[in-house]
């Protein structure tokens, strides 16, 4: 597996770009877009904590665990939101997808199957993944049908597992997708992306 490092990824008027400080005030307008802080099962910083939040992931990717990037809307321009690839382990091949969220008025839109497609294609095409793995906290429902919705295979769940930003211990619900998946569920999700994007 070639080791993870900053790119954009683009495609279905979606950009994906390395995240870095100056995207503090779209992050921040994309987190407000439904006060997305106040779900304590998710990730999403309160627009005092963007600053934070930013660092945290490029020290992430300063020690080589993570590759955070920001979700660009090309049509509007605005920032959606933001994803990563994270528990990066190039001694077996493996990257986990996750730390996803989107603004309000992008959720159940093209837009979470258009990143999923971009970053399962680099990981498996330009990577040589082996497995990419997505995990999501035992409460958060629409993150585990959205997840199982592009084609990932759950693996099972890990209690007791992470510590929540409130403190609380999470059980977390792990799913991956194998190389030898790859192909079918790279169709499948092309197939979705055209339906929804015919909407």
């Known amino acids: 597996m070639i080791t993870p490092a900053p790119i954009t990824l683009e495609g279905y008027d979606v950009r994906l770009e390395p995240m870095n400080a100056s995207h503090a005030d779209g992050l921040g307008q994309a987190a407000a877009d439904g006060k997305l802080w106040e779900l304590w099962f998710t990730?999403?910083?309160?627009?005092?904590?963007?600053g934070t939040y930013i660092t945290t992931a490029l020290d992430g990717q300063q020690a080589g665990h993570m590759l955070p990037w920001v979700v660009r809307d090309l049509l509007t321009g605005h920032i959606?939101?933001?994803t990563r690839y994270h528990d990066i382990v190039p001694a077996i091949d493996r990257v986990e997808i996750g730390w996803t969220w989107y603004a309000a008025s992008y959720q159940r839109s093209a837009l979470n199957t258009t990143c999923k497609l971009l970053l399962l294609t680099h990981a498996f095409e330009q990577l040589g993944c082996a497995v990419v793995g997505l995990r999501t906290d035992n409460f958060n429902v629409r993150s585990q049908r959205a997840i199982e919705a592009i084609g990932a295979k759950k693996d099972g769940v890990i209690r007791h597992h992470q510590a929540r930003r409130d403190g609380t211990a999470r059980d977390s619900v792990m799913y991956s997708i194998l190389a030898a998946e790859w192909r079918d569920v790279k169709r499948h999700l092309e197939l979705r992306l055209n339906r929804l994007r015919a909407l």
Do not use: I, R, T
Request: cysteine-free; glycine content about 10%.
């Open 43 to 50: 990730s999403v910083p309160a627009p005092d904590q963007v």
């Open 80 to 82: 959606a939101g933001s």
